[in-house]
């Protein structure tokens, strides 16, 4: 039999369970109806890509815009709408984490569980940060965006120098020539 300070302990357990669930499921649940409806979840503004990705992501570095162009570059030359691309993404050697893969995948309307975000066992070659291949889902060729490893220092600086994540957004989307682009078949 549990002591009237152990049910007092479980009560309060059991309550702040039920807030901690209660808060996830609010931030789920826009986001959830808007994919089972069809309706995009998307950023247009430099403010709707920072409040979105730091909600999803957990924070805002350099990383994550870094993937918004290469997702953005795909949807125009693909000339795609929501849901019609698939990414396949390999994290660079020593690239501390595929954060980019986050940015790629809202702004091409990706999705893990659909099959259409995968993020590689392999990593990509010491000399990039990522490679990212953006294909039509329903097939067809693809494109390979390069992402080199030399714009590490660069994210880096950013993301040292800028605590602002809406300033930290807009720098790395200013820099220029962070990826290259060639056919993947």
Known sequence: MLSRTGMMILIII?????????TRLLVAIPIVSALIVGAPVRAETPEEWVTLLTRIHGGFGSFLPVGI????????RFNAKPRELSVLFYQGEGTPCPCAADGVMLAVYASPGQGTLQIA?????????????????????????IVPKSIMPKLDEINKTIQDPLGRYTAVMALPDIFSVEPAK
Request: charged share 35%; hydrophobic share 35%.
């Open 14 to 22: 059991h309550t702040e369970w039920k807030i901690v669930m209660l």
């Open 69 to 76: 162009r290469i997702g953005e570059d795909a949807m125009k």
């Open 121 to 145: 066992s392999e990593k990509s070659s010491p000399e990039t940060f990522a490679v990212v291949i953006i294909r039509p889902r329903k097939g067809g060729d693809g494109l390979k965006y």
